[in-house]
Protein backbone atom coordinates (compact mmCIF):
# COMPACT_ATOMS: atom_id res chain seq x y z
CA UNK A 1 0.00 0.00 0.00
CA UNK A 2 1.26 3.59 -0.62
CA UNK A 3 2.86 5.15 2.13
CA UNK A 4 1.85 8.84 2.58
CA UNK A 5 3.99 11.31 5.05
CA UNK A 6 3.33 15.32 5.69
CA UNK A 7 4.59 17.29 8.14
CA UNK A 8 3.20 20.82 9.84
CA UNK A 9 5.86 23.09 11.72
CA UNK A 10 4.31 24.88 14.49
CA UNK A 11 5.31 28.28 14.20
CA UNK A 12 2.07 29.66 13.82
CA UNK A 13 -1.68 29.45 14.22
CA UNK A 14 -2.91 27.32 11.41
CA UNK A 15 -4.65 29.31 8.95
CA UNK A 16 -7.74 28.99 5.99
CA UNK A 17 -4.74 28.50 3.74
CA UNK A 18 -3.38 25.15 5.61
CA UNK A 19 -6.78 24.12 5.83
CA UNK A 20 -8.01 24.73 1.78
CA UNK A 21 -4.29 23.84 0.69
CA UNK A 22 -3.68 20.51 2.82
CA UNK A 23 -5.52 19.63 5.49
CA UNK A 24 -8.63 19.06 4.04
CA UNK A 25 -7.08 16.70 1.49
CA UNK A 26 -5.24 14.85 4.34
CA UNK A 27 -8.22 14.17 6.00
CA UNK A 28 -10.93 13.51 3.48
CA UNK A 29 -8.82 11.81 0.64
CA UNK A 30 -5.25 10.60 1.82
CA UNK A 31 -6.04 8.99 5.03
CA UNK A 32 -8.09 6.77 3.18
CA UNK A 33 -6.27 5.64 0.13
CA UNK A 34 -3.22 5.42 1.41
CA UNK A 35 -1.20 4.64 4.58
CA UNK A 36 -0.88 7.77 6.66
CA UNK A 37 1.63 9.67 8.96
CA UNK A 38 1.05 13.07 9.30
CA UNK A 39 3.47 14.72 11.85
CA UNK A 40 3.76 18.07 14.31
CA UNK A 41 7.36 18.95 13.27
CA UNK A 42 8.08 20.53 16.91
CA UNK A 43 11.84 20.29 15.84
CA UNK A 44 11.45 22.28 12.66
CA UNK A 45 10.21 25.10 14.83
CA UNK A 46 13.81 25.55 16.74
CA UNK A 47 15.46 26.25 13.34
CA UNK A 48 14.96 30.26 14.00
CA UNK A 49 14.33 32.47 17.16
CA UNK A 50 11.64 30.67 18.96
CA UNK A 51 9.79 31.12 22.50
CA UNK A 52 9.69 27.80 23.94
CA UNK A 53 6.30 28.17 25.53
CA UNK A 54 4.95 29.24 22.34
CA UNK A 55 5.65 26.44 20.44
CA UNK A 56 4.85 23.79 22.79
CA UNK A 57 2.11 25.59 22.94
CA UNK A 58 0.89 25.84 19.01
CA UNK A 59 2.26 21.61 18.92
CA UNK A 60 -0.61 21.26 20.71
CA UNK A 61 -2.83 23.38 19.16
CA UNK A 62 -1.51 22.08 15.68
CA UNK A 63 -2.06 18.25 16.86
CA UNK A 64 -6.28 19.27 18.07
CA UNK A 65 -6.48 21.04 14.87
CA UNK A 66 -5.36 18.01 12.51
CA UNK A 67 -7.44 15.58 14.64
CA UNK A 68 -10.59 18.61 14.61
CA UNK A 69 -10.15 18.82 10.96
CA UNK A 70 -11.21 14.76 10.51
CA UNK A 71 -7.53 13.20 10.62
CA UNK A 72 -8.99 9.56 12.64
CA UNK A 73 -5.97 7.92 14.51
CA UNK A 74 -7.66 4.89 13.92
CA UNK A 75 -7.36 5.43 10.23
CA UNK A 76 -3.40 7.09 9.80
CA UNK A 77 -1.42 8.29 12.07
CA UNK A 78 -1.07 11.80 14.15
CA UNK A 79 1.92 12.52 15.88
CA UNK A 80 4.95 15.36 17.50
CA UNK A 81 8.37 14.54 15.61
CA UNK A 82 9.99 15.04 19.04
CA UNK A 83 8.22 12.53 20.98
CA UNK A 84 10.36 9.72 18.01
CA UNK A 85 13.78 9.89 18.26
CA UNK A 86 14.11 7.83 15.30
CA UNK A 87 14.32 11.08 13.01
CA UNK A 88 17.06 12.83 15.03
CA UNK A 89 19.04 9.50 14.66
CA UNK A 90 18.40 9.64 10.72
CA UNK A 91 18.76 13.04 10.47
CA UNK A 92 22.96 12.79 11.69
CA UNK A 93 23.35 9.87 9.29
CA UNK A 94 21.96 12.05 6.61
CA UNK A 95 24.07 14.88 7.11
CA UNK A 96 26.87 13.00 6.39
CA UNK A 97 25.61 11.96 3.21
CA UNK A 98 24.59 15.42 2.14
CA UNK A 99 26.83 18.03 1.55
CA UNK A 100 27.35 21.44 2.84
CA UNK A 101 27.39 22.88 -0.78
CA UNK A 102 23.67 21.11 -1.76
CA UNK A 103 22.09 22.48 1.77
CA UNK A 104 23.44 26.18 1.41
CA UNK A 105 21.66 25.80 -2.42
CA UNK A 106 18.19 25.41 -0.74
CA UNK A 107 16.08 28.79 -1.38
CA UNK A 108 14.86 28.76 1.81
CA UNK A 109 17.68 28.66 3.72
CA UNK A 110 19.03 31.54 1.39
CA UNK A 111 16.08 33.65 1.99
CA UNK A 112 15.64 32.75 6.22
CA UNK A 113 19.23 33.38 6.65
CA UNK A 114 19.55 36.47 4.94
CA UNK A 115 16.25 37.89 6.81
CA UNK A 116 17.90 36.30 10.31
CA UNK A 117 20.72 38.95 9.25
CA UNK A 118 19.30 41.92 8.35
CA UNK A 119 16.94 41.45 11.94
CA UNK A 120 20.26 41.24 13.39
CA UNK A 121 19.63 37.87 14.42
CA UNK A 122 22.21 35.24 14.26
CA UNK A 123 21.66 31.96 12.15
CA UNK A 124 21.06 29.01 13.61
CA UNK A 125 23.46 25.81 12.31
CA UNK A 126 20.09 23.50 12.51
CA UNK A 127 18.52 26.16 10.09
CA UNK A 128 21.11 24.83 7.48
CA UNK A 129 20.84 21.20 8.43
CA UNK A 130 16.95 21.35 8.23
CA UNK A 131 16.55 19.73 4.86
CA UNK A 132 18.39 16.83 6.39
CA UNK A 133 16.06 16.31 9.53
CA UNK A 134 13.43 16.56 6.55
CA UNK A 135 14.88 13.86 4.70
CA UNK A 136 14.83 12.02 7.78
CA UNK A 137 10.82 12.56 8.28
CA UNK A 138 10.27 11.27 5.19
CA UNK A 139 12.47 8.54 4.61
CA UNK A 140 12.43 7.02 8.13
CA UNK A 141 8.95 5.38 7.07
CA UNK A 142 9.84 4.35 3.75
CA UNK A 143 7.11 7.23 2.49
CA UNK A 144 6.15 6.74 -1.03
CA UNK A 145 4.71 10.16 -1.54
CA UNK A 146 5.01 13.55 0.22
CA UNK A 147 1.86 15.95 -0.23
CA UNK A 148 3.47 19.76 0.19
CA UNK A 149 2.91 23.11 -0.95
CA UNK A 150 5.79 24.61 -4.07
CA UNK A 151 7.53 25.94 -1.61
CA UNK A 152 8.63 22.65 0.20
CA UNK A 153 9.44 20.74 -3.72
CA UNK A 154 13.32 21.64 -3.44
CA UNK A 155 13.55 19.87 -0.18
CA UNK A 156 11.58 17.08 -1.20
CA UNK A 157 13.83 16.54 -4.25
CA UNK A 158 17.04 16.70 -2.14
CA UNK A 159 15.37 14.00 -0.16
CA UNK A 160 15.26 12.00 -3.36
CA UNK A 161 18.99 12.53 -4.08
CA UNK A 162 19.97 11.41 -0.77
CA UNK A 163 18.19 8.17 -0.83
CA UNK A 164 19.27 7.92 -4.41
CA UNK A 165 22.90 8.41 -3.03
CA UNK A 166 22.72 6.24 0.28
CA UNK A 167 21.45 3.20 -1.48
CA UNK A 168 23.52 3.32 -4.19
CA UNK A 169 27.02 3.85 -1.96
CA UNK A 170 25.81 1.62 1.03
CA UNK A 171 23.13 -0.68 -0.17
CA UNK A 172 19.28 -0.24 -0.61
CA UNK A 173 18.04 0.93 2.06
CA UNK A 174 15.44 3.63 1.23
CA UNK A 175 12.51 3.96 -0.77
CA UNK A 176 12.51 6.93 -3.11
CA UNK A 177 9.83 9.34 -2.00
CA UNK A 178 8.22 11.97 -4.74
CA UNK A 179 6.50 15.28 -3.93
CA UNK A 180 2.84 15.75 -4.83
CA UNK A 181 0.33 17.96 -5.32
CA UNK A 182 -3.57 17.91 -5.31
CA UNK A 183 -4.73 18.53 -9.59
CA UNK A 184 -6.49 21.57 -8.40
CA UNK A 185 -4.59 22.96 -6.11
CA UNK A 186 -6.38 25.18 -3.32
CA UNK A 187 -3.69 28.29 -3.19
CA UNK A 188 -4.84 30.87 -0.92
CA UNK A 189 -3.63 34.01 -1.11
CA UNK A 190 -3.45 37.22 2.02
CA UNK A 191 -6.76 39.07 1.66
CA UNK A 192 -4.47 42.19 2.29
CA UNK A 193 -1.29 41.26 0.35
CA UNK A 194 -2.84 38.46 -2.52
CA UNK A 195 0.25 38.50 -4.26
CA UNK A 196 1.35 36.77 -1.36
CA UNK A 197 0.47 33.10 0.26
CA UNK A 198 -1.97 32.95 3.34
CA UNK A 199 1.04 31.58 5.25
CA UNK A 200 0.85 30.58 9.26
CA UNK A 201 4.50 32.36 9.75
CA UNK A 202 3.78 35.31 8.48
CA UNK A 203 3.49 39.18 9.90
CA UNK A 204 0.02 39.43 11.28
CA UNK A 205 -1.75 41.79 8.37
CA UNK A 206 -5.05 41.29 8.93
CA UNK A 207 -5.20 39.37 5.75
CA UNK A 208 -5.20 36.07 7.49
CA UNK A 209 -7.90 33.96 8.48
CA UNK A 210 -6.67 31.42 11.60
CA UNK A 211 -9.05 28.25 11.70
CA UNK A 212 -9.87 28.97 15.41
CA UNK A 213 -10.86 32.98 14.51
CA UNK A 214 -14.34 33.92 16.12
CA UNK A 215 -16.71 34.35 13.06
CA UNK A 216 -16.50 38.28 13.53
CA UNK A 217 -13.51 38.25 12.97
CA UNK A 218 -13.43 36.13 9.84
CA UNK A 219 -16.09 38.20 8.55
CA UNK A 220 -14.31 41.33 9.07
CA UNK A 221 -11.36 40.12 7.56
CA UNK A 222 -13.14 39.28 4.65
CA UNK A 223 -14.76 42.84 4.40
CA UNK A 224 -11.79 44.67 4.58
CA UNK A 225 -10.05 42.03 1.70
CA UNK A 226 -8.04 44.16 -0.91
CA UNK A 227 -9.79 44.28 -4.31
CA UNK A 228 -9.38 46.94 -6.78
CA UNK A 229 -11.78 49.65 -8.52
CA UNK A 230 -12.90 47.84 -11.75
CA UNK A 231 -16.34 47.45 -11.51
CA UNK A 232 -18.14 44.18 -11.13
CA UNK A 233 -16.77 40.62 -10.45
CA UNK A 234 -14.67 38.57 -13.49
CA UNK A 235 -12.17 36.39 -12.78
CA UNK A 236 -8.64 37.02 -13.94
CA UNK A 237 -5.64 36.18 -11.55
CA UNK A 238 -3.28 38.43 -13.15
CA UNK A 239 -5.24 41.23 -13.63
CA UNK A 240 -7.35 40.98 -10.45
CA UNK A 241 -5.30 39.29 -8.09
CA UNK A 242 -8.05 40.11 -4.99
CA UNK A 243 -11.00 39.23 -6.87
CA UNK A 244 -9.57 36.20 -8.17
CA UNK A 245 -8.23 34.74 -4.39
CA UNK A 246 -11.65 35.69 -3.13
CA UNK A 247 -13.81 33.47 -6.03
CA UNK A 248 -11.15 30.57 -5.56
CA UNK A 249 -11.65 30.84 -2.29
CA UNK A 250 -15.23 30.65 -2.87
CA UNK A 251 -14.71 27.99 -5.27
CA UNK A 252 -12.85 26.06 -2.52
CA UNK A 253 -15.63 26.18 -0.01
CA UNK A 254 -18.85 25.50 -2.31
CA UNK A 255 -17.15 22.94 -4.77
CA UNK A 256 -18.25 25.13 -7.79
CA UNK A 257 -15.86 26.91 -10.53
CA UNK A 258 -14.35 30.18 -9.84
CA UNK A 259 -15.52 31.50 -13.27
CA UNK A 260 -18.93 30.21 -12.83
CA UNK A 261 -19.04 32.28 -9.49
CA UNK A 262 -17.63 35.12 -10.96
CA UNK A 263 -21.03 35.86 -12.90
CA UNK A 264 -23.23 35.31 -9.86
CA UNK A 265 -21.93 38.14 -8.39
CA UNK A 266 -22.32 41.81 -9.36
CA UNK A 267 -19.93 43.46 -7.29
CA UNK A 268 -17.30 43.13 -4.54
CA UNK A 269 -19.40 44.10 -1.68
CA UNK A 270 -21.95 40.96 -2.57
CA UNK A 271 -18.93 38.76 -2.96
CA UNK A 272 -17.50 39.41 0.35
CA UNK A 273 -20.63 38.94 1.92
CA UNK A 274 -21.10 35.53 0.21
CA UNK A 275 -17.07 34.71 1.03
CA UNK A 276 -17.36 35.73 4.72
CA UNK A 277 -20.56 33.13 4.73
CA UNK A 278 -18.95 30.22 2.98
CA UNK A 279 -16.01 30.44 5.32
CA UNK A 280 -17.68 30.61 8.35
CA UNK A 281 -19.94 27.75 7.56
CA UNK A 282 -16.73 25.59 6.43
CA UNK A 283 -15.12 26.41 9.80
CA UNK A 284 -17.88 26.15 12.25
CA UNK A 285 -17.63 22.17 12.41
CA UNK A 286 -14.21 22.59 12.83
CA UNK A 287 -13.92 25.19 15.02
CA UNK A 288 -16.36 23.05 17.57
CA UNK A 289 -14.57 19.62 17.21
CA UNK A 290 -11.52 21.69 17.89
CA UNK A 291 -13.58 22.87 21.46
CA UNK A 292 -14.48 19.12 22.03
CA UNK A 293 -11.12 18.07 21.77
CA UNK A 294 -9.46 20.94 24.12
CA UNK A 295 -11.68 20.11 26.55
CA UNK A 296 -10.17 16.54 26.97
CA UNK A 297 -6.42 16.84 26.55
CA UNK A 298 -6.01 13.54 27.81
CA UNK A 299 -7.77 11.66 25.10
CA UNK A 300 -5.91 14.48 22.73
CA UNK A 301 -2.43 13.09 24.88
CA UNK A 302 -3.24 9.34 24.52
CA UNK A 303 -4.00 9.88 20.72
CA UNK A 304 -0.35 11.39 20.22
CA UNK A 305 1.05 8.68 22.35
CA UNK A 306 -0.08 5.89 20.51
CA UNK A 307 0.92 7.64 17.65
CA UNK A 308 4.57 8.07 18.56
CA UNK A 309 3.84 4.02 19.58
CA UNK A 310 3.09 2.88 15.84
CA UNK A 311 5.96 5.66 13.97
CA UNK A 312 8.63 4.55 16.50
CA UNK A 313 7.57 0.94 15.40
CA UNK A 314 7.36 1.61 11.97
CA UNK A 315 10.78 3.78 12.00
CA UNK A 316 13.12 1.80 14.03
CA UNK A 317 13.86 -1.37 11.39
CA UNK A 318 14.76 1.29 8.85
CA UNK A 319 16.80 3.72 10.82
CA UNK A 320 18.40 1.05 12.40
CA UNK A 321 19.14 -0.79 8.89
CA UNK A 322 20.25 2.66 7.93
CA UNK A 323 22.87 2.58 10.90
CA UNK A 324 24.36 -0.54 9.66
CA UNK A 325 24.74 0.16 5.96
CA UNK A 326 26.58 3.04 7.18
CA UNK A 327 29.30 1.17 9.19
CA UNK A 328 28.09 1.88 12.86
CA UNK A 329 28.04 -1.39 15.03
CA UNK A 330 25.04 -3.11 15.88
CA UNK A 331 23.99 -2.50 19.51
N1 LIG B 1 9.42 21.81 5.97
C1 LIG B 1 7.98 21.71 5.96
C2 LIG B 1 7.37 23.11 6.01
O1 LIG B 1 8.03 24.05 6.36
C3 LIG B 1 7.48 20.91 7.13
C4 LIG B 1 8.03 19.53 7.11
C5 LIG B 1 9.01 19.02 7.90
C6 LIG B 1 7.62 18.46 6.26
N2 LIG B 1 9.23 17.72 7.64
C7 LIG B 1 8.41 17.35 6.63
C8 LIG B 1 6.68 18.35 5.24
C9 LIG B 1 8.30 16.13 5.97
C10 LIG B 1 6.57 17.14 4.58
C11 LIG B 1 7.37 16.03 4.95
O2 LIG B 1 6.20 23.25 5.72
Known sequence: ???????IKPTGHLTLGNYLGALRRWADEDQHRAESLFCVVDLHALTVEHDPARVRRLSRQAATLLLAAGLDPATCTVFVQSHVDEHARLSYVLECVATDGEMRRMIQYKEKSARAQVAGQSVRLSLLTYPALMAADILAYGADEVPVGEDQTQHVELTRDLAVRFNQRYGRTFVVPRATR??????????????????????????????????????RKVRRAVTDSEPGVSYDRAARPGVANLLEILAACTGEEPEKLADAYDGSGALKAAVAEAVVELLRPLRARHAELSADPEYVDGVLRDGAARARTLARPRVDAAYAAIGLLPA
Do not use: C
Open 182 to 219: PAVAARVMDLQDPLDKMGKSHEATGGIVYLLDEPDAVA
Open 1 to 7: MTRIFSG
